[in-house]
């Protein structure tokens, strides 16, 4: 959520942002400043009508004590109260619809952030690695999966539909050694481990971003009023939510494996074969909750992080940074990191690491006090260190072999007890 402060201070320079993301956004600053300046207007009624009827209440104790006729004046504060009731009223409507708007504006961009309306803006910040040169057609994940005996799409959508998939045999162990691999990597490099619960509350989601605006992306059990997790950062971003942190405590850096939830509503005909693109799948994130004047430093370090797994398992990939217009809603600034699929000829993306600043922050009322005793709103950011799907099938891409086979990567190797799966 953005600050309120600002938009009443500054709200060209907030229309100017924004515009950068989607030019309608701007007619969203304006509802702001109307239902503000209404609530203000509402807010200062209230206060005169409560000092009258405050006032008017001392006068009829002073005239009962002196035995003198009170009905006149109790009936004026009999219609005092009806009309506060009814200013309380306007009052919780205009506040509602304020939190409404609010929570629908979405980050404003970084000033490092390229203008762009979608992704062809995306400027590429570095490449590692050399995509390998195949004697051979390289075949698409799927297919080598399937060839293999490890995934199962079939039986998978009897049992659950489209976009999910059976795991088996090494496909299995390989799903798992890639989610130990990266908890021991990061946990190393300082990350506290973390196992969230899978399933929350509205308000949550509603902290880091994915309430109200992409409701129809959640899989919402309505009995419980609970929602399955669309990713850690939901969980491990809000654990601090509704508290006030000590300076001494940040940074905080955890990092968490759970399944992922997504309804992918808005992605039909898109990566309908393999496992890219499912409604269930594995993810090994990290989150950082810091000092602002630290975000931007512990960005790059977070990006670093992930391309780190990518570098000990041999895979080539690109880091890309994202235009204004490609971003995800709660972030500032992201950088998207795309591994290499040979089937097809092109980079795939595999994590995305955000700075949110102090927006989710707000959302969540996430503080810490400082050394003089002032509070200040966190930075948060998060990144998938990475998805556990998407560096499945780029191994299997990446390592595939003439014969069919799969040469496994030389730090699964120890978790895995194999060199290479083969039929």
């Not at 109307?34 to 009624?45: F, H, P, T």
């Not at 304020?98 to 000033?111: A, T, Y």
Request: hydrophobic content about 35%.
């Amino acid at each position: 959520m953005l600050d309120i402060e600002l938009i009443r201070k500054n709200p060209d320079f907030v229309k100017e942002r924004l515009s950068t993301r989607d030019k309608s956004l701007v007619e969203l600053v304006d509802e702001v400043l109307q239902l503000d300046a209404e609530r203000r207007s509402l807010l200062k009624d209230l206060e005169g009508l409560r000092a009258s009827r405050n006032a008017k209440s001392k006068e009829i104790g002073a005239l009962k004590k002196r035995g003198e006729d009170t009905s006149l004046l109790e009936e004026e504060v009999k219609k005092l109260k009806e009309k506060i009731e009814l200013y309380e009223e306007k009052l919780s409507f205009v506040e509602e619809r304020l939190r409404d708007v609010m929570l629908r504006i979405p980050n404003l961009p970084h000033e490092s952030v390229p203008v762009g309306e979608d992704e062809t803006y995306n400027v590429e910040v570095r490449r590692w690695g050399k995509p390998k040169e195949f004697s051979f057609e390289p075949k698409p994940h799927w297919e080598i999966g399937e060839r293999l005996g490890i995934f199962d799409f079939e039986r998978a959508g009897k049992i659950s539909g489209s976009r999910f998939v059976f795991l088996k045999g090494w496909g299995a162990k390989l799903e798992r050694a890639l989610i130990n691999f990266m908890l021991d990597l990061h946990s190393r490099k300082g990350y506290k481990e973390i196992m969230p619960p899978h399933l929350v509350k509205p308000e949550v989601l509603v902290g880091t971003g994915q309430l109200p605006k992409f409701e129809e992306e959640l899989y919402y059990c309505e009995r419980d009023d609970l929602y399955l997790i669309p990713t850690a950062e939901v969980p491990l971003t809000n654990l601090f939510m509704k508290e006030i942190l000590s300076e001494e405590e940040l940074p905080i850096y955890m990092v968490s494996y759970t399944p992922c939830y997504r309804r992918e509503a808005g992605s039909y005909g898109k990566d309908i074969k393999g496992i890219i693109r499912q409604h269930q799948f594995n993810k090994v994130e990290l989150v950082k909750i810091v000092k602002p004047e630290d975000s931007y430093v512990e960005l790059e370090r977070l990006t670093a992080d992930a391309e780190d797994v990518l570098k000990l398992l041999g895979l080539p990939y690109r880091v890309v940074l994202l235009c204004t217009g490609d971003m995800g809603f709660a972030s500032a600034k992201t950088y998207d990191i795309e591994v290499w699929f040979p089937s097809q000829g092109k980079y795939r993306e595999i994590s995305s690491c955000s700075n949110c600043e102090d927006f989710q922050a707000r959302r969540m009322n996430t503080r810490y006090r400082d050394s003089q005793g002032r509070l200040h709103f966190v930075h948060t950011l998060n990144g998938s260190g990475l998805a556990i799907g998407r560096t499945l099938a780029a191994i299997l891409e990446n390592y595939q072999q003439k014969d069919g086979s799969v040469v496994v990567p030389e730090p699964l190797r120890e978790y895995l007890r194999t060199e290479v799966i083969a039929i």
